[in-house]
């Protein structure tokens, strides 16, 4: 199921993170689309175990991570930084798909149809969706 990094996934981002508090230590991850469904899929059964209203315990997460990845990381930080910037991006997602009448999505491209100047009319209001 794990692709190793010999694979063709694409690199998406790099999240860094501290071991130990430490300032002079710092390690990157370099996540790709794999191993971002991997902390989905935990993340889902661990809701599904414990419930919606459940602090995350990122201990536990990290130890289920790095043995259905096969790889370390640092930090349960790495994971929860991971998590909050793929649910901020999920909100904005939302707000721009759900916020606004008059446009359309094209599942066959899967991008949102709409004109130019609801585009100019967004990207003044939010610099987020730029």
Known sequence: ???DASSNDVMKENVGAQKDDDPKYSETFKWMDQTVLILCRILNKYLMNHGRNTLFNWNE???????????????FRVLKNKYDDQRKAYNLWISLKNGAIGIGWDASTR?????DEWWEKKMQGNFKFV
């Open 61 to 75: 997460i990290q130890s289920e991570f790095e043995k259905i990845a096969k790889t370390k990381v640092y930090s």
């Open 1 to 3: 199921m794990f692709l």
């Open 111 to 115: 991008t949102l149809n709409c004109s």
